[in-house]
């Protein structure tokens, strides 16, 4: 079969690999979709730790195609999303029921061979049924969807609450709808394209600025009336966690999404955190939230097809992977 593999940092290349066979406990996935990822990107320049060489991909939905030894949930033909995070179940953060933060967490396409090829194996366990007529491009949306879901359960927004989001990705446009649907009365997005902040103003924004325009600290004050009640990071870069925390009001919350490369030190105020009990809560990965992403994405509540502005094949992986992002680009959706 075909699969894009990272053999180095800055070297992905497509190659012919034995297909997978599912062992026990295992499902075969035959891969419809796969979402590229500002991850992958990072692991591409390496500044996101990572298995070399491994076969990316850790958005992806999929027919199963093999049931190994030992599993009882599937038969075969399911259309599944897979949730790429696999916990041990026996550190301590896993018994204190912290999966995201386990020590010794294996992740399909990240230190696991993903979804940027043919066929995929993966344990039973982190499959999830979706509808058998669900567009599987709106399957591969689940996985990033589950981050998201965590990051809004972290916000704690309240009827009414004015909350700012930074980045205009797929990521901060799935969490302006989300915001919308937890309840927030004002959902402000920051953004340097204008297509991005079009696009939000249609998904339920009811303000988008340009960073560069403007001082976006004072726009947000004004707006808000003081600062937001929650700030959400999506963008990972320092200027976004800088201008962020000055936007959150006295006793808001600053929720920390965005990955930035490791190592990379921001500075920021203490006393300015202290005095006015701004709240940082970083929101990592999906911890039990992928089966509700895929109870939402089959529920069809959120507007996806507009987030895809390119599908390819896998011979265009390698490209796309080690590129900048283009202007305007949300998601692009690999198809093999």
């Known amino acids: 079969m075909r699969a894009v593999r990272l053999e180095a940092v800055g070297s992905m290349t497509m190659r012919n690999v034995e297909r997978p066979s599912a062992g026990p406990g295992e499902l075969v996935v035959r891969v419809l979709a796969a979402g590229i990822c500002g991850s992958d990107r990072h692991m591409f320049k390496g500044e996101y730790p990572t298995a070399i060489p491994v076969t990316l991909g850790h958005e992806f939905c999929g027919l199963v195609e093999e049931v190994g030894d030992g599993v009882s ?3 075969g033909g399911e259309l599944v999303t897979v949730d790429p995070n696999i916990a041990c179940g026996a550190c301590a953060a896993c018994r204190r029921g912290r999966p995201n933060l386990c020590e010794n967490l294996n992740a399909i396409g990240v230190t696991r061979d993903g979804g940027f090829a043919e066929y995929a194996a993966v344990p039973s366990s982190q499959a999830f049924v979706l509808p058998p007529d669900l ?19 972290k916000a704690r927004i309240r009827p009414g609450d004015a909350i700012a989001i930074l980045g205009g990705g797929v990521i901060g446009l799935l969490m302006v709808q989300l915001a919308r649907q937890a309840g927030a009365g004002e959902v402000i997005l920051i953004t340097r394209q204008l297509s991005r902040r079009e696009a939000a103003l249609r998904l339920g924004a009811t303000h988008a600025f340009d960073p560069a325009a ?10 808000t009336h003081g600062g937001a009640d929650v700030v959400i990071e999506c963008a990972g870069v320092p200027e976004t966690l800088q201008t962020g925390v000055r936007m959150v009001r006295r006793g808001g919350a600053f929720v920390l999404f965005g990955v930035t490369p490791a190592g990379l030190e921001v500075p920021v105020l203490p006393f300015d955190l202290l005095v006015n009990e701004v709240e940082m809560r970083p929101a990592y990965l999906n911890p039990f939230t992928h089966s509700r992403a895929a109870a939402m994405v089959a529920s069809g509540v959120l507007e996806l097809d507009s987030l895809v502005t390119k599908t390819i094949g896998l011979e265009d992986v390698a490209e796309v992977v080690g590129s900048a992002p283009l202007s305007g680009e949300i998601k692009v959706i690999v198809r093999p």
């Open 73 to 75: 949930a599937f038969n």
């Open 135 to 153: 567009d599987p491009v709106h399957g591969a949306f689940c996985e990033p969807l589950a981050c998201c879901i965590h990051a809004i359960d």
């Open 214 to 223: 403007s001082d976006t600290v004072a726009s947000v004050r004004e707006r």
